[in-house]
Each structure stands twice: as structure tokens, then as C-alpha cells.
């Protein structure tokens, strides 16, 4: 099968097996897990920031900032399509008593314009307290947008002005970084707090960073100790995301290229209304009969393809490491043959 339904579902490589399978492990509650630690401080010293935690996953990195950076009652500004508000289960509200104020943007990214209109005056008591910003790189519902970097520094400036934190979602961040090749440091000094994942298009079987300064991720362990996410013998499980984040990031570009050939194919399919511009590894698109999408991936699975169902009429295909040159051809043929 080819499956193209989520960058998330790569098995590790041979190499990547054998690093894991050798990793020197201990306690990571008492932080004893010298894996875990070198994982922590090789992405922390990557991006520049103080320090790293190792976590589950995305959604317990996100939620773990968010309830840092919110109190009970205080507001988050995000995009309507946003995975911290859409796809964490209603965590904003569960696990940190906060509300979300959701915003319209181009392809999943918000500007700072949209930051301003919607902020919250604080010397107004009707109005709960806006304490923090969160936006995503690249979007997934976007399409796999990145943002402009001068529109993250508009952003971060004015957060600055205001005195409130600015949280990245980066499960693509890796995606993003390749393509503007903006520096990592240069990039991560914009954000008061990063979430990275290592189980997206890096490869990793499992686990998520939350990165930020010392004063910070000491309060996440905290936290992560409460949301169920203290691990013991976590290396060897991190050591997979140490060894895709030494290996495994260039390669992304490959996948790029891999979702453009998609992109080209579907645009020439009658049956497709449109497809969201690729820029990275994420391929959206819409069919034209937004009631003929199962019959779409059927004869998609027909074909041993898997693609996922992405809501009004659009499906969602991600390239990634475990689908080469040769699958992607059999991908585009298939899409022509579809027309
Ligand atoms: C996948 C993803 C996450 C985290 O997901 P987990 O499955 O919890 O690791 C967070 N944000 C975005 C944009 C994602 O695509």
C-alpha cells in the first residue's frame, strides 16, 4: 500500500532501529535517562533555547505551553483551523479553564493585523483577558503553508508591546525551515515557546519537544508529571527522534518535490475543483462532487493508494520517507487515470 494519509505513519528505518536498540537508558522522572537528555539538550542547543522537554506527543506539548502561558478564564488567539483548537479534543478549555478566540486567516496563518482587531482591551472587565498567541508552522488544514517570516516578526514584535507569550505549534517546523531557510536560531528567538514533533515527516516511531527557557520547561515537567506524561525508560523511544533529528531532516526536501508531482497531476483531473498551492509535503484538494468523495478513495485504495478524507468535499494526501520516486509516479498515473 501506499499510504498517504499522514506523514505520521512511517515505521523506522533499519538504522534508525538499530540506534534505538543500543541507547543507554535510566529514570527519566528522576532525569536519569541519559537518552532522553542528550535528545533534550542536542534540540535545545539547536534552536538556541535554555532547554527541551521529551513528551508524548504534539497535543501534550501544545497543551502543556498553552496551560503554562493561560490561566482559568484568560484567552487564545488562533486560527479557526488551528490543531491546538480543532484537533486537541477541546484540551484548551479541558486541561487549562481558557477560552479561544478563532481566527479567519489565509491558509491556515494569521497576521498581525487580525492579532490586533481581535485582542481583547484589558481595562474592559467584560472581556476575559487575551494571554496568548498561538500559531502554526506549516498549517496542516493550510495545506502545509509556511508563513512569512516578516509577518512572524510583525507578530512577535507587537506580543512584545502587549507583554503576551508566543507559542509555535511546529509538528512541520522542519518542513517549514527547509524551505525559507530561515536559521533555527533566527527562527526560534521569535517564539517564547516550540513545539516540535519527531513522528511526523522526521520519521520517529514516537514523541514531540517542547522547548523554551529553563524557567519554563522546569514548570513543563511539572505539568507533563499531571497530564500523565512523566516516562522512565523514555530513551529508548527518544533515541529514535535523536537519531531523525541528526539524519533525517534534509531529506524532507525530497518530499517536497514528491507532493509537487501530486499537485501537477491533480491539477489536470476534471474531477478536482481546486488544490490548495503545495509548499511543502501536505497536498489538499477538492472535488468537484463533494458527494463522490468515497467513491474517490476507493478507487484510490483500488489502486493501492490511501489517501484521507479531509471534510467538505477535500481530501488530504502527505508525502513522506516511506513512499520513494516510484510510488509517487504510480500515485500520478493513478490520478490520471481517475479523470
Ligand atoms: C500532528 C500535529 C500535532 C500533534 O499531534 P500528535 O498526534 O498529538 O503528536 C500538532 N499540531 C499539528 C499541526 C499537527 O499536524
Request: charged content about 25%; overall charge negative; some cysteine.
Amino acid at each position: 500500500m501506499i499510504d498517504l494519509r499522514s506523514d505520521t505513519v512511517t515505521n523506522p528505518s533499519k538504522e534508525m532501529l538499530d540506534f534505538m536498540f543500543h541507547a543507554k537508558l535510566g529514570d527519566d522522572v528522576f532525569e536519569e535517562d541519559p537518552t532522553v537528555n542528550e535528545l533534550q539538550e542536542y534540540a535545545a542547543s539547536l534552536f538556541g533555547k535554555e532547554a527541551a522537554l521529551y513528551c508524548s506527543s504534539g497535543t501534550q506539548t501544545n497543551q502543556i505551553a498553552i496551560n503554562l502561558h493561560v490561566n482559568p478564564g484568560g484567552e487564545v488567539i488562533c486560527h479557526k483551523d488551528s490543531h491546538v483548537y480543532k484537533y486537541e479534543g477541546g484540551g484548551i478549555a479541558k486541561n487549562s479553564g481558557a477560552s479561544t478566540r478563532i481566527i479567519t486567516g489565509d491558509r491556515g496563518r494569521i497576521t498581525v493585523e487580525e492579532i490586533q482587531k481581535w485582542i481583547n482591551p484589558e481595562d474592559d472587565v467584560h472581556y476575559p483577558l487575551t494571554q496568548l498567541i498561538c500559531i502554526e508552522d506549516t498549517s496542516n488544514r493550510g495545506g502545509g503553508a509556511v508563513y512569512d517570516f516578516d509577518e512572524i516578526k510583525r507578530i512577535k514584535k507587537f506580543c512584545n508591546e502587549r507583554n503576551l507569550p508566543l507559542h509555535l505549534d511546529g509538528a512541520r517546523l522542519f518542513n517549514a525551515l527547509v524551505e525559507n531557510q530561515i536559521g533555527y536560531k533566527e527562527y526560534a528567538n521569535q517564539f517564547d515557546s516550540i513545539s516540535i514533533c519527531l513522528s511526523k515527516g522526521l520519521g520517529a516511531p514516537v514523541g514531540s519537544l517542547l522547548l523554551g527557557n529553563k524557567d519554563f520547561i522546569y514548570n513543563a515537567r511539572r505539568v507533563r508529571k499531571v497530564f500523565g506524561g512523566g516516562m522512565r525508560q523514555a530513551g529508548i523511544i527518544a533515541a529514535g527522534g535523536l537519531f531523525a533529528l541528526k539524519n533525517n531532516i534534509n531529506r524532507l526536501k525530497t518530499d517536497h518535490k514528491h507532493a509537487k508531482l501530486i499537485e501537477k497531476a491533480l491539477q489536470a483531473n476534471h474531477s478536482i475543483e481546486s488544490v490548495i498551492p503545495v509548499e511543502t509535503n501536505i497536498v489538499v484538494f477538492e472535488l468537484k462532487a463533494h458527494g463522490q468523495i468515497d467513491e474517490f478513495l476507493d478507487k484510490l485504495a483500488q489502486n493501492g493508494i490511501l489517501a484521507l478524507p479531509f471534510g467538505k468535499g477535500m481530501i488530504r494526501m502527505v508525502t513522506h520517507m516511506d513512499v520513494d520516486e516510484s510510488a509517487i509516479h504510480k500515485t500520478c498515473e493513478c490520478i490520471a487515470s481517475l479523470d
